[in-house]
């Protein structure tokens, strides 16, 4: 049975991604996707896209706000140039997105079905259930407006849905996974993300099965105009209105669903603030400092097939220490998705603008190492793996620098590495005495 895996709060932002970061966007987060495919399979990467945290974090190193819904739209909408022309090669395909692109989903998954011979009507027909599961079984505050379904040629598949709520300014990422799904009205969540705001109907817990059977029954029994008379009588009556005498302690009758209720365990909860910057608390610092230790001083040393790529140096190691943890790592080493917003920056200019030179290497590194090994030769990609352990090993002692001086020398030499956000370009940094720095 497909378990939750965890919830997070996401704020709402407007705007949208620069065609000069989305084509970025698109290549890396194909090129990750490869590395993954070539490392752990098809089925690892779906599950990957169902793990909350981890789908925050693979945003983030991408360039992409850091902490807000448009995370959800931009990764899926990259995945979708980037992957589905590798579709033939990697037995992927990505489908629907966000708004009109959400209702081609059906249509598209036929089309894929048909090239990869699985059965694509049954996944249209579990698409729109997925859809109607969380926009109406599941009736907590948040309007469907995404929809992305990932297909494997077997037939297994992942859906992000998200929706928002206008009112507080707040969206929630729904993750399904069909590995293990059963049903789609029994726990059928990988995962739910958004805080809790007020009473929610969640028809799909396993304690609601009582209320979905009365439901049907009073359907059968009264029919849908009687059903409608009552409902409207009932919402009329005082008692429910709130006006008559409350019920007192340990009297009257327990609901079912109440009376059923069991003790569930504790998920992880990715809380996202409002605040736009990235800050010290939002960063395990200790892992960073592990990252930039195997980036300076592992790198040179156990990394010359990477370093010997032109232009490679210990600016681009750091990003692709950052990235071969997304590659790579467990999924306990995800909750602090900020920290992966210090690879490539963000487009707002949070927490620094994206250095695009850096990311350009980055891609190229990658890409370099997953088209070798698909030629046999995994010298380079198995580089990448062991700059990911040598980072786990060396954050256990290692010191650094603060994070405020890190981002503070990021940002006084962005211009040099090709710093731009939706502002513009990165100007040469001032001297002190108010001269271009050179």
Same mark, same amino acid.
């Given at each position: 049975?497909?378990?939750?895996?965890?919830?997070?709060?996401?704020?709402?932002?407007?705007?949208?991604?620069?065609?000069?970061?989305?084509?970025?966007?698109?290549?890396?987060?194909?090129?990750?996707?490869?590395?993954?495919?070539?490392?752990?399979?098809?089925?690892?990467?779906?599950?990957?896209?169902?793990?909350?945290?981890?789908?925050?974090?693979?945003?983030?190193?991408?360039?992409?706000?850091?902490?807000?819904?448009?995370?959800?739209?931009?990764?899926?909408?990259?995945?979708?140039?980037?992957?589905?022309?590798?579709?033939?090669?990697?037995?992927?395909?990505?489908?629907?997105?966000?708004?009109?692109?959400?209702?081609?989903?059906?249509?598209?998954?036929?089309?894929?079905?048909?090239?990869?011979?699985?059965?694509?009507?049954?996944?249209?027909?579990?698409?729109?259930?997925?859809?109607?599961?969380?926009?109406?079984?599941?009736?907590?505050?948040?309007?469907?407006?995404?929809?992305?379904?990932?297909?494997?040629?077997?037939?297994?598949?992942?859906?992000?849905?998200?929706?928002?709520?206008?009112?507080?300014?707040?969206?929630?990422?729904?993750?399904?996974?069909?590995?293990?799904?059963?049903?789609?009205?029994?726990?059928?969540?990988?995962?739910?993300?958004?805080?809790?705001?007020?009473?929610?109907?969640?028809?799909?817990?396993?304690?609601?099965?009582?209320?979905?059977?009365?439901?049907?029954?009073?359907?059968?029994?009264?029919?849908?105009?009687? %059903?409608?008379?009552?409902?409207?009588?009932?919402?009329?009556?005082?008692?429910?209105?709130?006006?008559?005498?409350?019920?007192?302690?340990?009297?009257?009758?327990?609901?079912?669903?109440?009376?059923?209720?069991?003790?569930?365990?504790?998920?992880?909860?990715?809380?996202?603030?409002?605040?736009?910057?990235?800050?010290?608390?939002?960063?395990?610092?200790?892992?960073?400092?592990?990252?930039?230790?195997?980036?300076?001083?592992?790198?040179? $040393?156990?990394?010359?097939?990477?370093?010997?790529?032109?232009?490679?140096?210990?600016?681009?190691?750091?990003?692709?220490?950052?990235?071969?943890?997304?590659?790579?790592?467990?999924?306990?080493?995800?909750?602090?998705?900020?920290?992966?917003?210090?690879?490539?920056?963000?487009?707002?200019?949070?927490?620094?603008?994206?250095?695009?030179?850096?990311?350009?290497?980055?891609?190229?590194? %990658? $890409?370099?190492?997953?088209?070798?090994? $698909?030629?046999?030769?995994?010298? $380079?990609?198995?580089?990448?793996?062991?700059?990911?352990?040598?980072?786990?090993? %060396?954050?256990?002692?290692?010191?650094?620098?603060?994070?405020?001086?890190?981002?503070?020398?990021?940002?006084?030499?962005?211009?040099?590495?090709?710093?731009?956000?939706?502002?513009?370009?990165?100007?040469?940094?001032?001297?002190?005495?108010?001269?271009?720095?050179?």
């Amino acid at each position: 049975m497909a378990q939750r895996s965890g919830s997070a709060d996401l704020p709402l932002h407007g705007g949208r991604v620069p065609p000069w970061l989305g084509q970025r966007m698109a290549r890396l987060g194909a090129v990750i996707g490869e590395a993954i495919v070539h490392h752990y399979g098809r089925d690892e990467f779906l599950r990957r896209l169902a793990h909350p945290f981890w789908f925050q974090s693979f945003g983030a190193v991408m360039g992409m706000d850091w902490h807000s819904s448009g995370i959800t739209t931009s990764v899926i909408g990259a995945l979708k140039r980037g992957l589905n022309p590798l579709a033939g090669e990697l037995g992927l395909q990505v489908c629907g997105g966000r708004g009109k692109q959400s209702r081609l989903t059906p249509a598209e998954l036929a089309a894929a079905g048909d090239r990869a011979g699985f059965d694509g009507a049954g996944l249209a027909r579990a698409s729109r259930l997925v859809a109607k599961v969380d926009s109406a079984a599941l009736q907590d505050g948040f309007d469907l407006y995404l929809h992305g379904f990932v297909v494997a040629d077997d037939g297994k598949w992942t859906v992000i849905q998200q929706g928002m709520n206008g009112g507080s300014r707040r969206a929630r990422r729904y993750h399904w996974l069909s590995e293990g799904l059963e049903s789609f009205v029994d726990a059928p969540h990988a995962a739910i993300e958004g805080r809790t705001q007020g009473n929610i109907v969640n028809l799909t817990d396993r304690r609601a099965a009582a209320s979905r059977d009365a439901q049907l029954a009073l359907l059968v029994e009264l029919g849908p105009d009687k %059903l409608a008379r009552e409902a409207a009588a009932i919402s009329s009556s005082p008692r429910f209105r709130g006006e008559g005498d409350q019920p007192k302690a340990g009297g009257g009758a327990s609901s079912g669903l109440g009376a059923a209720k069991t003790a569930e365990p504790l998920l992880p909860h990715l809380d996202l603030p409002d605040h736009h910057d990235v800050r010290a608390e939002d960063v395990i610092v200790r892992r960073l400092h592990g990252t930039l230790a195997a980036a300076a001083e592992a790198g040179p $040393k156990d990394f010359p097939d990477l370093l010997l790529v032109s232009g490679v140096g210990a600016r681009t190691m750091r990003s692709l220490a950052m990235v071969a943890e997304v590659i790579h790592g467990a999924p306990c080493r995800f909750a602090d998705p900020a920290r992966f917003s210090l690879a490539h920056g963000g487009k707002d200019r949070h927490p620094f603008p994206v250095p695009t030179k850096v990311y350009d290497k980055t891609i190229g590194v %990658l $890409k370099s190492a997953v088209q070798q090994a $698909k030629l046999g030769n995994d010298e $380079k990609i198995g580089a990448i793996r062991r700059l990911d352990e040598q980072a786990r090993r %060396l954050e256990r002692h290692v010191r650094g620098p603060s994070f405020e001086a890190h981002l503070a020398e990021e940002r006084s030499r962005s211009h040099e590495y090709g710093g731009r956000s939706v502002f513009g370009w990165e100007p040469p940094a001032l001297s002190t005495s108010g001269q271009a720095a050179d």
